[in-house]
C-alpha cells in the first residue's frame, strides 16, 4: 500500500477528476492526502480522504468563495490574468510550506494536477516520484496544435503554424511570473531552473506518467506527445458526486435542453437571460443550472419560457435525459455529455472552454457561440441548429460508443501503480 498525495488547484472542475481518481487507488489498498486550503477541508474529509491544510494564514476560512465570485464575474483576458494572480499566490504558499507537510505526512508518490507547476518542484526535492494528470486539456505545446485557451481550429498551413507558436509565446510570456517563482525555489534547492521556451513547457510534468482525461480521439491530431503520455478518457467515478435533490416533478415531458455555465465562471447573468430567450417557442424544456455561484433564481428574475432554474443540478442524471447541452466548454462536463451521446452548444468563457469548444466543433459533436459575439438570435440559430438536425446526435452517438470502451479511472490508476511500480524497481536494482 502507497500513501498517495495529491497537488490540485482548488477548483471543483479539478477536484473531481482528481477525486475520481483517488477513489479508484483507495479501492486499490491506497491511502489518499489532499493538500489543500481550510475552504476545501469539509469537502475533501466529506469524500472520504485525508486532509492537510496548507496556508492557514494566506488563505483563511472563507478566502476561497471571495476569489471565486470575483472570478465567476469574468471571461476572457481578465479571467486569465486574475487566475495568474492567484496561481502564483498559492504556487508561494505551498513553496514554502507543503514539502515540510509532505514529509510529515510520510508521502510515497505525489499526484500533481498539470497546471500546479509547483508540484514537481516540490516532489524533486523529496526525491519522491509524482505522476503528473491533466484534468483539464493538455497543455503539451506543439506547433501543429493550437493552444488550449483559443477559439482557433485544427489547420496544417505553414500560417496556421505561425500563428500557434505566437500563442504559445505569448501564453508563457503572460505565465511567466508562476515559472519564475518556481525557478527560484527549484535554484535555491539545487533543481535545474525550468525553460521559458514555449516549446519547452513541459519539462514541468512527470517523466514518470502524464495522465489525460482527454482522449487522443477526441483531441486535434498530435505528433509529439511524450512516451510518458497516456490519454485515459474521461476520469469520473459518479460515486463520489453528491446527492442533489432536484425538482423532477416540474419536469413536463418535452425533450430536455439543459443548460450549465459550470461551478466558477457562472457569474454572468446576461449570458444566462440570452439563453433563455433564445429557447423561447422551441418545443423543448430548459432547464439551468447555476453552478452554486453569486446567480440566484431570484437576482435573475422572471425569464423567457419559465426554465427550470436550480442552484446545482444532478448533471448527469439531467444529461441521460437531455436532447442539447449548453455549456460553458468545462472538460468534465463536455466529457460527461459526449460521453451520453449529447450534442452541444458552448459558450466558452475563459481558459481552456475555447480550445474545448474548438475541438468538439471540429469533430462534429456542436457549435461554437462566441461569447464577444453573442445575441439571442445568433444563439437561437445555432441551438436551433444542433437541436434539429440529427449528424450532431449520430457524430455524439458514435463518439459515446468509442468513450465508453474502458474506463478512464481504472486505466489511469493502472498506468500509475504500474508507472511507480517501475520507478521503484529501477531504483533498486
Not at 512527470?206 to 495522465?211: E, N, P, T
Request: charge should be positive; hydrophobic fraction near 40%.
Amino acid at each position: 500500500m502507497a500513501h498517495f498525495g495529491v497537488f490540485c488547484p482548488p477548483m471543483k472542475g479539478h477536484l473531481h477528476a482528481l477525486f475520481s481518481v483517488a477513489r479508484g487507488l483507495q479501492k486499490r489498498q491506497h491511502r489518499i492526502t489532499f493538500f489543500q486550503v481550510a475552504d476545501l477541508e469539509k469537502y475533501v474529509k466529506a469524500k472520504g480522504f485525508e486532509f492537510c491544510q496548507i496556508g492557514a494564514n494566506e488563505f483563511p476560512l472563507g478566502a476561497l468563495k471571495q476569489l471565486d465570485q470575483q472570478l465567476g464575474q469574468l471571461s476572457g483576458r481578465a479571467a486569465h490574468r486574475l487566475t495568474v494572480e492567484r496561481f502564483y499566490r498559492y504556487a508561494e504558499v505551498f513553496l514554502q510550506q507543503a514539502g515540510q507537510e509532505v514529509q510529515n505526512a510520510k508521502i510515497d508518490v505525489l499526484l500533481v494536477d498539470q497546471v500546479e507547476a509547483y508540484g514537481g518542484a516540490i516532489a524533486e526535492k523529496l526525491s519522491i516520484p509524482f505522476v503528473t494528470i491533466a484534468t483539464a486539456l493538455p497543455f503539451n505545446p506543439e506547433s501543429g496544435v493550437p493552444p488550449l485557451f483559443t477559439h482557433w481550429s485544427y489547420n496544417r498551413n505553414p500560417l496556421a503554424k505561425l500563428r500557434n507558436i505566437i500563442g504559445y509565446k505569448l501564453y508563457t510570456r503572460s505565465t511567466a511570473p508562476v515559472r519564475k517563482l518556481v525557478n527560484k525555489y527549484r535554484v535555491l534547492w539545487g533543481l535545474p531552473p525550468l525553460s521559458f521556451v514555449w516549446s519547452e513547457r513541459g519539462d514541468a510534468y512527470s517523466k514518470l506518467a502524464q495522465i489525460s482525461q482527454l482522449p487522443q480521439f477526441l483531441d486535434f491530431p498530435r505528433e509529439r506527445l511524450p512516451k510518458s503520455f497516456h490519454a485515459t478518457g474521461l476520469l469520473l467515478d459518479e460515486t463520489i458526486q453528491a446527492d442533489v435533490i432536484f425538482p423532477w416533478e416540474n419536469l413536463d415531458g418535452r425533450p430536455i435542453i439543459y443548460a450549465c455555465l459550470g461551478t466558477l465562471q457562472n457569474g454572468h447573468a446576461h449570458v444566462f437571460r440570452k439563453i433563455a430567450e433564445a429557447c423561447q417557442g422551441l418545443n423543448a424544456q430548459l432547464v439551468m443550472s447555476l453552478g452554486g455561484g453569486s446567480l440566484s433564481e431570484a437576482t435573475l428574475g422572471p425569464l423567457p419560457g419559465n426554465p427550470v432554474v436550480v442552484a446545482y443540478a444532478p448533471q448527469i442524471q439531467l444529461l441521460k435525459r437531455a436532447s442539447l447541452l449548453i455549456t460553458h466548454g468545462g472538460l468534465n462536463t463536455t466529457l460527461e455529455a459526449v460521453g451520453l451521446g449529447v450534442p452541444m452548444v458552448f459558450i466558452p468563457i475563459a481558459h481552456d472552454q475555447p480550445g474545448v469548444a474548438s475541438r468538439m466543433a471540429w469533430h462534429g459533436v456542436g457549435e461554437v457561440m462566441p461569447l464577444k459575439r453573442i445575441s439571442v438570435d445568433r444563439l437561437r440559430q445555432k441551438i436551433t441548429k444542433v437541436f434539429n438536425e440529427p449528424r450532431y446526435r449520430e457524430k455524439a452517438q458514435q463518439i459515446k460508443a468509442q468513450l465508453n470502451q474502458r474506463d478512464g479511472v481504472e486505466v489511469a490508476c493502472e498506468i500509475i501503480e504500474r508507472s511507480v511500480a517501475c520507478q521503484e524497481s529501477m531504483c533498486t536494482a
